[in-house]
T-cell receptor
Framework: GAVVSQHPSWVICKSGTSVKIECRSL??????MFWYRQFPKQSLMLMATSNEGSKATYEQGVEKDKFLINHASLTLSTLTVTSAHPEDSSFYICSARDGGRDLPEAFFGQGTRLTVV | GQNIDQPTEMTATEGAIVQINCTYQTSGFNGLFWYQQHAGEAPTFLSYNVLDGLEEKGRFSSFLSRSKGYSYLLLKELQMKDSASYLCAVVGRITDKLIFGTGTRLQVFP
């Protein structure tokens, strides 16, 4: 149980285009989803927290107009990188928390490697 | 604010024991996780501590002292496949966010 599917696993796009990343909880209801970004040899940096049906809460320094997050259902959250630039190239990982569990553990998707050329 | 620190890199020999430390300062505390992450992959869950003391799970153990804001992950009988990054993550009581530490890259040599 507690499987999170993230898609796509990798994507290459041209500078100025937008990219959408999907994060789905397959066998549980994800009341909260987290989006992280990870640069090479660095740890995971929290970008935003999203709760189903409400606006995402962004961390300081993260542009909410550039990184659009939608959590329309209890099993799906999307991150759209708008007008992507080479400096947005990174490893993006989502995680989801199962609202039915006592443990505040978050289950991770496989990650998406974004390369902007 | 939140501050979670770990050593950047560690090396050890196959078969040995290694301890990876994590110190934290957070706004409220609702538990500490340890994750393992191989390069290019998502983190995988290792352990969770919310009360003081030692949690043992096979070759891996994790310790927590809430009063000291301190945790460690102990890896015994090291294997080559244990070469990875180890991430300490804290859940805040108020924000309920999972915030990661700086991560420790462990390299195991034969």
């Amino acid at each position: 149980g507690a499987v999170v599917s993230q898609h796509p696993s990798w994507v290459i796009c041209k500078s100025g285009t937008s990219v959408k990343i999907e994060c789905r909880s397959l066998d549980f209801q994800a009341t909260t989803m987290f989006w992280y970004r990870q640069f090479p040899k660095q740890s995971l940096m929290l970008m935003a927290t999203s709760n189903e049906g409400s606006k995402a809460t962004y961390e300081q320094g993260v542009e909410k107009d550039k990184f659009l997050i939608n959590h329309a259902s209890l099993t799906l959250s999307t991150l759209t990188v708008t007008s992507a630039h080479p400096e947005d190239s990174s490893f993006y990982i989502c995680s989801a928390r199962d609202g039915g569990r006592d443990l505040p553990e978050a289950f991770f998707g496989q990650g998406t490697r974004l390369t902007v050329v | 604010g939140q501050n979670i620190d770990q050593p950047t890199e560690m090396t050890a020999t196959e078969g040995a024991i290694v301890q990876i430390n994590c110190t934290y300062q957070t706004s409220g505390f609702n538990g500490l996780f340890w994750y393992q992450q191989h390069a290019g992959e998502a983190p995988t869950f290792l352990s969770y501590n919310v009360l003081d003391g030692l949690e043992e799970k096979g070759r891996f153990s994790s310790f927590l002292s809430r009063s000291k804001g301190y945790s460690y992950l102990l890896l015994k009988e090291l294997q080559m496949k244990d070469s990875a990054s180890y991430l300490c993550a804290v859940v805040g009581r108020i924000t309920d966010k999972l915030i990661f530490g700086t991560g420790t890259r462990l390299q195991v040599f034969p």
